[in-house]
T-cell receptor
Framework: EAGVTQFPSHSVIEKGQTVTLRCDPI?????LYWYRRVMGKEIKFLLH????????ESGMPNNRFLAERTGGTYSTLKVQPAELEDSGVYFC????????????FGSGTQLSVL | AQKITQTQPGMFVQEKEAVTLDCTYD???????LFWYKQPSSGEMIFLIY??????QNATEGRYSLNFQKARKSANLVISASQLGDSAMYFC?????????????FGGGTRLMVKP
């Protein structure tokens, strides 16, 4: 069974450009999460989808970040326009139930904004 | 205040020895769960072990065990018989029951290096 996959694995862009990160959760997992780790800081929650609906987006830093989950399958996280402080590793995770003990993570996207 | 604290930014352990990675947490929620994840150099976060706040016994998963001391609010990870492949970042995380979903709060991580 395929795990959580994220694309791209690395992205280097200039300040002011747009970047779109993609996450494919494990098939059948209704719950999809985005987390990020900015250099030197803890991994922080961004948002949570249940199917195609945003359950909790309290962790989204500002309106430059837009997350979507088309048809309740894969999800995209768009940063527009990117700023230097957006650099970090963006993780996607999925679980079958919201209270499941296991949250399966992807390998992350390393975003560098220059 | 930090909800999850990992006081050891880096640690060395000799191969085949046991090692304890520290984690303390802070919550007023009576129902919560504690997690440990491993992040090898490849980048993915691998689930290792889970402990529920109401679990009577310490969780164990193969060579991993969680030393859960509720009164002290600590959830240390013990790795027995360390292997070279255990070299990685280790993250402690907590989920509090009032969260509707599965939002985890993470500690800063501990980098473990296993020496041959």
């Amino acid at each position: 069974e395929a795990g959580v996959t994220q694309f791209p694995s690395h992205s280097v862009i200039e300040k002011g450009q747009t970047v779109t990160l993609r996450c494919d959760p494990i098939s059948g997992h209704d719950n999809l999460y985005w987390y990020r780790r900015v250099m030197g800081k803890e991994i922080k929650f961004l948002l949570h989808f249940v199917k195609e609906s945003k359950q909790d987006e309290s962790g989204m830093p500002n309106n430059r970040f837009l997350a979507e989950r088309t048809g309740g399958t894969y999800s995209t996280l768009k940063v527009q326009p990117a700023e230097l402080e957006d650099s970090g590793v963006y993780f996607c995770a999925s679980s079958q139930g919201a209270g499941d003990e296991k949250l399966f993570f992807g390998s992350g996207t390393q975003l560098s904004v220059l | 205040a930090q909800k999850i604290t990992q006081t050891q930014p880096g640690m060395f352990v000799q191969e085949k020895e046991a090692v304890t990675l520290d984690c303390t947490y802070d919550t007023s929620d009576p129902s919560y769960g504690l997690f440990w994840y491993k992040q090898p150099s490849s980048g993915e976060m691998i689930f290792l072990i889970y402990q529920g706040s109401y679990d009577q016994q310490n969780a164990t998963e193969g060579r991993y065990s969680l030393n859960f001391q509720k009164a002290r609010k600590s959830a240390n990870l013990v790795i027995s018989a360390s292997q070279l492949g255990d070299s990685a970042m280790y993250f402690c995380a907590m989920r509090e029951a009032y969260n509707a979903g599965n939002m985890l709060t993470f500690g800063g991580g501990t980098r473990l290096m296993v020496k041959p």
